[in-house]
């Protein structure tokens, strides 16, 4: 069951610290108070044990025959040691019967059937207790008389033990509520300091969660609180960054959509003009169709993107045979190639096998060669070259083009990036579909510039050995 105080956070630290502060404050109590009682009835007690026993010895030696010899003597002890001495004759028709007795200036109740005293009549031992009589305490030792049988009491008031008790326990309360009152001032404050605090982070979190990234979330305390305020700027400034890549990527992607929509709502216009020769018409169709192949492939492309980003991009992991994908690679592309006067020559070492989804090894190649015949002028040479690297199969398309500025070399993966150039330029789209594509393999696509050669890199985790042979049949 939750238990919910009001006034939250707060009341709850400012109650916790009172019931620990008070609970600390009963136990100080409960150690102290009894065993302080206790302590100074004892040390009374074993006193009047020490005098009655001392009482008892001198009482048997002495001789009482001169008249009031034995009250003046019963009374100076009295006097001295500040306790009501009684002599009760025990073995007549009552246990006790009261003999003499002494009170040193204390009135008491009458003390005929005293149960210490009973007791030692009984037993014949030393007996000690504390007794109330008359609603007072008292402490009480019993002695028995040797020579006569009979018994020795000596009561005396505890009062001044109790009063010392009581003092100790009144300064015990006022010292507990003047705790409670401090802590009660001093809990509320530092708990209002953190209630603030974390109000402060709420205000900070509802905040982000309504897509307000520009105020930072700011708490200079070194504790929990400091630390969870720092894991919300962090979590503030990597949201506001993929919230401006978003916008980013919304604001590229419309407007490379419209770039090609616009051209081609211009040459549809211009097609319906009816005194359009033939020959002109035809071109406006060429161009059309290329349009239309543009947004068509933006469009798988940004497809791939979103996918990739909704983490719904699904990868196989079989076995490729890179020389393959090479050979198919060369024959797609060298129609295009050569119409961009372009050479185009395959190296392919037989043995680099990659654990890897064909189609989309299939689909990066096809990337980094559209890259090297775009970009690059005509009578440029590409390279498509497979091997083991390591532990890792490669494919490798390199050309001898104008290369890319070092400054651009990282930066051409982004998406959208592309330099600006004398050569045909595309969305911008294509190695970074193709670095993700890698790295959901397992593998990566690297950019190695050495002096007038561009090489882009396809690393995936090699197979270990080949593939087996498909048997065939008989
Ligand atoms: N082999 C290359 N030689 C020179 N520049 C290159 C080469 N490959 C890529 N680039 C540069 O890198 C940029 C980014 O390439 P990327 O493939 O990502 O986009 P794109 O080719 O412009 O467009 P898309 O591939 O989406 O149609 C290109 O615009 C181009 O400037
Ligand atoms: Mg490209």
């Given at each position: 069951m939750?238990?919910?105080?009001?006034?939250?956070?707060?009341?709850?630290?400012a109650?916790?610290l009172?019931?620990?502060v008070?609970?600390a404050?009963?136990?100080?109590?409960?150690?102290?108070?009894?065993?302080?009682?206790r302590?100074?009835v004892?040390?009374?007690?074993e006193?009047?044990?020490?005098d009655?026993?001392?009482?008892?010895?001198?009482?048997?030696s002495?001789?009482?025959?001169?008249?009031?010899?034995?009250?003046?003597?019963?009374a100076?002890?009295?006097?001295?040691?500040?306790?009501?001495t009684?002599?009760?004759?025990?073995g007549g028709p009552?246990?006790?019967?009261?003999?003499?007795?002494?009170?040193?200036?204390i009135?008491?109740r009458?003390?005929?059937d005293d149960?210490?005293?009973l007791e030692?009549?009984r037993?014949t031992?030393?007996?000690?207790?504390?007794?109330?009589?008359?609603?007072?305490?008292?402490?009480?030792?019993?002695?028995?008389?040797?020579?006569t049988g009979?018994?020795?009491?000596?009561?005396s008031?505890i009062e001044?033990?109790?009063?010392?008790v009581r003092?100790v326990?009144?300064?015990l309360?006022?010292?507990?509520?003047?705790a409670?009152?401090?802590?009660?001032?001093?809990?509320?404050?530092?708990?209002a300091?953190?209630a603030r605090r974390?109000?402060?982070?709420?205000r900070?979190a509802?905040?982000?969660?309504?897509?307000?990234?520009?105020?930072?979330v700011?708490?200079?305390?070194?504790?929990e609180?400091?630390?969870?305020?720092a894991?919300?700027?962090?979590?503030?400034?990597q949201?506001?960054?993929?919230?401006?890549a978003?916008?980013?990527f919304?604001?590229?992607?419309s407007?490379?959509?419209?770039?090609p929509?616009?051209?081609l709502?211009?040459?549809?216009?211009?097609?319906?003009?009816?005194?359009l020769?033939?020959?002109t018409r035809?071109?406006?169709l060429?161009?059309?169709?290329?349009?239309?192949?543009r947004?068509?492939?933006?469009?798988a492309d940004l497809?791939?993107?979103?996918?990739?980003d909704a983490g719904?991009?699904h990868v196989?992991?079989?076995?490729?045979?890179l020389?393959?994908v090479?050979?198919a690679l060369?024959?797609?592309?060298?129609?295009?190639?050569?119409?961009a006067?372009?050479v185009?020559?395959?190296?392919?070492?037989?043995?680099?096998?990659?654990?890897a989804?064909?189609?989309?090894?299939?689909q990066?190649?096809r990337?980094?060669?559209?890259?090297a015949?775009a970009?690059?002028?005509?009578?440029?040479?590409?390279?498509?070259?497979?091997?083991?690297?390591?532990?890792?199969?490669?494919?490798?398309v390199?050309?001898?083009g104008?290369?890319?500025?070092?400054e651009?070399?990282?930066r051409?993966?982004?998406?959208?990036?592309?330099?600006?150039?004398?050569q045909?330029?595309?969305?911008?789209?294509?190695?970074?579909i193709a670095?993700?594509?890698?790295?959901r393999?397992?593998?990566?696509?690297e950019?190695?510039?050495?002096?007038?050669?561009?090489?882009?890199?396809l690393?995936?985790?090699?197979?270990a050995?080949?593939?087996e042979?498909?048997p065939?049949?008989?």
């Amino acid at each position: 069951m939750k238990i919910r105080l009001p006034g939250g956070i707060r009341t709850t630290l400012a109650v916790a610290l009172l019931l620990i502060v008070g609970g600390a404050l009963g136990v100080a109590y409960l150690m102290v108070v009894p065993s302080l009682e206790r302590r100074l009835v004892d040390d009374r007690l074993e006193e009047l044990q020490r005098d009655g026993v001392e009482l008892a010895a001198a009482y048997s030696s002495r001789d009482f025959s001169q008249p009031f010899a034995l009250d003046n003597f019963v009374a100076t002890f009295a006097l001295v040691y500040n306790a009501r001495t009684v002599v009760y004759q025990v073995g007549g028709p009552q246990p006790l019967k009261l003999f003499l007795q002494a009170d040193s200036g204390i009135s008491g109740r009458s003390v005929a059937d005293d149960s210490v005293a009973l007791e030692t009549a009984r037993t014949t031992h030393v007996a000690r207790g504390r007794v109330t009589r008359g609603g007072r305490p008292y402490a009480e030792v019993a002695v028995p008389l040797v020579t006569t049988g009979n018994v020795l009491l000596l009561s005396s008031s505890i009062e001044d033990q109790l009063a010392t008790v009581r003092v100790v326990t009144r300064r015990l309360l006022y010292a507990t509520g003047v705790a409670l009152l401090i802590t009660a001032i001093l809990g509320s404050a530092a708990a209002a300091v953190h209630a603030r605090r974390i109000r402060r982070l709420e205000r900070a979190a509802n905040r982000i969660a309504q897509g307000r990234f520009d105020q930072p979330v700011v708490d200079d305390g070194e504790d929990e609180l400091g630390e969870l305020a720092a894991a919300f700027e962090r979590m503030r400034v990597q949201l506001a960054q993929l919230d401006t890549a978003r916008k980013e990527f919304v604001a590229n992607a419309s407007h490379e959509l419209r770039t090609p929509l616009f051209s081609l709502a211009g040459f549809l216009e211009l097609m319906t003009d009816e005194d359009l020769d033939e020959e002109t018409r035809a071109g406006f169709l060429v161009t059309t169709r290329e349009q239309v192949d543009r947004l068509t492939r933006l469009s798988a492309d940004l497809l791939d993107l979103s996918r990739i980003d909704a983490g719904r991009l699904h990868v196989e992991s079989e076995e490729v045979v890179l020389a393959d994908v090479a050979r198919a690679l060369a024959e797609e592309l060298q129609p295009i190639a050569e119409g961009a006067g372009h050479v185009l020559t395959l190296d392919t070492e037989p043995d680099a096998w990659a654990l890897a989804d064909e189609e989309r090894v299939l689909q990066i190649g096809r990337a980094l060669l559209a890259n090297a015949i775009a970009h690059t002028p005509a009578g440029t040479e590409v390279v498509l070259r497979t091997g083991r690297e390591g532990g890792t199969a490669v494919l490798v398309v390199s050309d001898d083009g104008p290369g890319i500025p070092a400054e651009h070399a990282e930066r051409i993966f982004d998406r959208f990036y592309r330099v600006e150039g004398p050569q045909a330029s595309g969305s911008g789209l294509g190695l970074a579909i193709a670095r993700e594509l890698a790295e959901r393999m397992g593998g990566t696509v690297e950019l190695s510039a050495a002096a007038r050669r561009t090489t882009f890199t396809l690393a995936l985790p090699a197979v270990a050995a080949a593939p087996e042979a498909v048997p065939v049949p008989s």
